[in-house]
């Protein structure tokens, strides 16, 4: 089904220390290796998917990783640096000094064979966004639509390529995108001027781009799109759903605004007075939701999909899947969401919580207190809310980035203490009305619209951690000052003029 073209191991092997290289060469099942690791004073360690292996007992020097980095291409402002002519990334870590004392060097394959199962959609002209969790492979599938599009039909092709992700370092980009050409982005915030830079210099018929994130972003891609250059992207989100709540990206799908009823109309529609409704075209016509490696969700006609899940209609969708001999099957499916309809009150879900940097004994001593059973599991993907410390929440480590990705809540407290998290266990568990996300944002809108108006400021209803913040990007959004005021389970955003 997926072919593993070329991994260039050898050439990652070359830059490690001869000791390093020499065990690895040792190791029976390198096809599938995934990275090696190197921290000063450690033993230096090899991860495949079902094992982690120490390759020599000896720890690993400054001189060994000078040896590395002296082999390898510039440190980019994110720590990443890679290979010429590779898909390998070496990310660093270091000390206080900048010093580096520690190396990740994961490995890279080109794959062929992931874009099978969507290729007659890009091959459309139609603008393409893939959506997934992160690590479900849709950088891979990107590299190969750009191969696609530009050798196959021998298309204008740019990759936008913000981290080496997608044609991997140096100046001669990786074979894996065919022609396409490739445009390098000097650091993550200027990802949205090299997007335009691209159309306005270069004359592409297609423009690739990895992880749209940003307002300014979703703007670019608007403005591409107009332009009638087909633009195939990914965006951070695993559903169209999940899409459609996130305020800063939203746009890509055409917007959502808050429209007020008459009390007649709303009888009528059996909804709230004020329902949410797509502002405008969405950016992409069609979103693809990869749930595995082998199957995808797709919405072919994404205006549609939108209008239904507002209106609580039946949204139809198709779903694909390789079968064990490589070939596409087919299905429809139907599912209904009903995010205008009258939710007054609902009960909370029993939280499951996966835990980062807390300490496990004093969390449940004051579980034990509360009297409330915690349901942990040490799975992200399992989980409908992260706990962490407001340090490492500071730090953003990958965990966190990719509960953030998923659109899982997440709660910081300030320390590993008894009272911190007594304090943190009430706003996650005391009884008090909980409204949907898609009504709290409706609150939001509605605030917002009262003081551009000039009537605030504006309090909104109490909410949790997570559905607080996404108030205030949208506040953001639309230039108003916010912050949040009282103490948990009380606590809650007020918008306010800048």
């Not at 959609?121 to 969790?133: A, D, F, P, T």
């Amino acid at each position: 089904m997926q072919k593993v073209i070329t991994d260039d191991l050898d050439a990652l092997l070359d830059v490690l220390p001869p000791h390093i290289h020499e065990a690895l060469l040792r190791q029976p099942d390198n096809s599938e290796l995934i990275e090696v690791v190197l921290d000063l004073g450690r033993p230096p360690e090899a991860r495949y998917p079902q094992r982690d292996v120490v390759l020599n007992h000896k720890e690993v020097t400054d001189s060994d990783i000078e040896y590395t980095v002296c082999r390898i291409g510039s440190f980019s402002g994110d720590n990443r640096a890679g290979i010429e002519r590779t898909l390998h990334r070496i990310s660093a870590i270091r000390n206080r000094e900048g010093r580096i004392v520690g190396l990740t060097c994961r490995v890279g394959r080109a794959v062929f064979g992931t874009v099978k199962i969507i290729q007659d959609l890009v091959e459309s002209e139609n603008n393409v966004l893939l959506l997934g969790r992160p690590g479900i492979g849709k950088t891979t599938m990107l590299r190969e639509v750009a191969r696609v599009l530009a050798d196959d039909l021998k298309k204008r092709v740019i990759v936008v390529d913000t981290s080496n992700e997608i044609a991997g370092d140096g100046d001669i980009p990786h074979p894996a995108i065919g022609h396409a050409r490739r445009m390098q982005v000097p650091t993550p915030t200027m990802q949205h001027a090299v997007m335009i830079e691209a159309v306005e210099n270069h004359m592409p018929e297609v423009i690739i781009i990895d992880e749209i994130g940003t307002s300014l972003e979703a703007e670019a891609a608007r403005t591409i799109a107009e332009r009638g250059v087909q633009l195939v992207g990914t965006a951070h989100g695993n559903s169209l759903v999940n899409l459609m709540m996130n305020p800063t990206l939203a746009d890509l799908i055409g917007g959502i605004q808050t429209v007020t009823l008459g009390d007649e109309e709303a009888r009528r529609r059996h909804t709230q007075k004020s329902i949410l409704e797509r502002k405008a075209p969405p950016t992409f016509d069609i979103v693809v939701e990869i749930q595995e490696r082998d199957k995808v969700v797709i919405h072919p006609d994404v205006g549609k999909a939108i209008d239904a899940i507002l209106y609580g209609k039946p949204q139809k969708a198709e779903i694909r899947w390789l079968d064990k001999d490589g070939e596409i099957r087919k299905d429809k499916t139907i599912t209904s969401h009903a995010l205008n309809k009258k939710e007054p009150e609902f009960k909370r879900d029993e939280p499951r919580i996966y835990l980062f940097g807390i300490s496990r004994t004093k969390l449940g001593e004051a579980a034990k207190e509360k009297r409330i059973a915690l349901d942990l599991t040490v799975d992200l993907k399992e989980a409908n809310l992260l706990l962490t410390t407001k340090n490492y929440y500071r730090r953003k480590p990958q965990k966190i980035r990719d509960a953030e990705a998923a659109g899982i809540p997440i709660y910081a407290v300030k320390s590993n203490s008894i009272p911190q998290f007594r304090q943190c266990l009430d706003s996650i568990y005391a009884p008090q009305k909980v409204v949907t996300t898609s009504l709290a944002m409706n609150e939001a809108q509605e605030a917002i619209t009262q003081v551009k108006e000039g009537n605030g400021p504006v309090e909104l209803s109490p909410q949790n951690a997570y559905i607080r913040r996404l108030q205030h990007l949208l506040g953001e959004r639309h230039n108003l000052a916010s912050h949040s005021v009282g103490k948990e389970p009380e606590r809650r955003v007020k918008f306010l003029k800048g």
